[in-house]
Structure formats: structure tokens, C-alpha cells
């Protein structure tokens, strides 16, 4: 059964940082791309960043420069290094299989003064 469990969210000040953690379990996680999301109140899941196999990135524009993807597949453990936050980066975060259909519980981050 595929897990995902986000955590490391919070509050911070507009440009502050912050790193997200996902931790997974239940299938190979050196075999999957994995992507974060975030959705914010009123608005849809928007995907944010995603990392392959070979460990490609890509970054939606609205975070690129700012947002840093990475992986560490011994610890099944994927993470989201968030510079220079902005209010508009306030959302819930969840990290995503790709493919696949399982969502964790995400994590808040709420960047305000």
C-alpha cells in the first residue's frame, strides 16, 4: 500500500525558507518520477515540481529560481527546498507518485508577516 506522509511546513515571513519533507513507502521509490503540489483556498492542485528517475527537474515558472527539488532514494525520501517565499506561495503541499493516484495528508505552509 503506497504512503506518502509530507511534513516541515509552517509559518514563515515573505522571504524566509522552509524545507518540505515526503517520506514513502509501500512501492519502489527509485523506480518513480516524484512531484509536488500545492493547492491554495479557492483555487485548484497546482504541480509545482517534479523530479525523475535519472534526477531531472522541472519547475512550474511561478517557482523556478526560488524552489529546489531533490531525492534521496536510500531514505524513500523526497524534498523541497523553498527560498524567497512569497504570500502567494501559501498553500497546502503534497508530494505525488507519478505515476500513480495516491495523495498523502499534506503539509500547510503559510508565508505572511
Known amino acids: 500500500q503506497v504512503q506518502l506522509v509530507e511534513f516541515g511546513g509552517g509559518l514563515v515571513q515573505p522571504g524566509g525558507s522552509l524545507r518540505l519533507s515526503c517520506a514513502a513507502s509501500g512501492f519502489t521509490f527509485s523506480s518513480y518520477a516524484m512531484k509536488w503540489y500545492r493547492q491554495a483556498p479557492g483555487k485548484e492542485r497546482e504541480l509545482v515540481a517534479v523530479?525523475?528517475?535519472?534526477?531531472?527537474?522541472n519547475y512550474a515558472d511561478s517557482v523556478k529560481g526560488r524552489f529546489t527539488i531533490s531525492r534521496d532514494n536510500a531514505k524513500r525520501t523526497v524534498y523541497l527546498q523553498m527560498n524567497s517565499l512569497k504570500p502567494e506561495d501559501t498553500a497546502v503541499y503534497y508530494c505525488?507518485?507519478?505515476?500513480?493516484?495516491?495523495w498523502g495528508q499534506g503539509t500547510q505552509v503559510t508565508v505572511s508577516s
Open positions: 505525488k507518485k507519478s505515476p500513480g493516484d495516491s
Open positions: 523530479i525523475f528517475t535519472t534526477g531531472r527537474t
